[in-house]
């Protein structure tokens, strides 16, 4: 199966920016598309944004325009560039990952999650 391992995560101030990273290992033969999930404390679970196999992306309206999504496929690297941040973006931020593994099989694959903390 595959497996995703993410980092980058932090405090950081109002208006900074931080990146995060997910590296992606295991028998993957191809890559459906990859998500950015996060959850605030008392909150469920919600997308940030998404990547598709062609490289198209689409970000959750309190999103756009701050955060950018994208991708090293020779690093089978997953990125989350997030700029201007603000308070109301502190959450544990998760990727997400659908993959065709070697066996020809799908594999819906979630990392550990990384703590975000925006605060002064």
């Known amino acids: 199966q595959v497996q995703l391992v993410e980092s980058g995560g932090g405090l950081v101030q109002p208006g900074g920016s931080l990146t995060l990273s997910c590296t992606a290992s295991?028998?993957?033969?191809?890559?459906?598309?990859m998500h950015w999930y996060r959850q605030a404390p008392g909150k469920q679970r919600e997308l940030v944004g998404t990547i598709t196999s062609g490289g198209r992306t689409n970000y959750a309206d309190s999103v756009k325009g701050r955060f950018t999504i994208s991708r090293d496929n020779a690093k089978n690297t997953l990125y989350l560039q997030m700029n201007s941040l603000k308070p109301e973006d502190t959450a544990v931020y998760y990727c997400?990952?659908?993959?065709?593994?070697?066996?020809?099989?799908?594999?819906?694959?979630w990392g550990q999650g990384t703590q975000v903390t925006v605060s002064s």
């Open positions: 295991g028998n993957i033969f191809s890559i459906y598309a």
């Open positions: 997400n990952g659908v993959f065709q593994t070697t066996d020809r099989s799908t594999s819906n694959s």
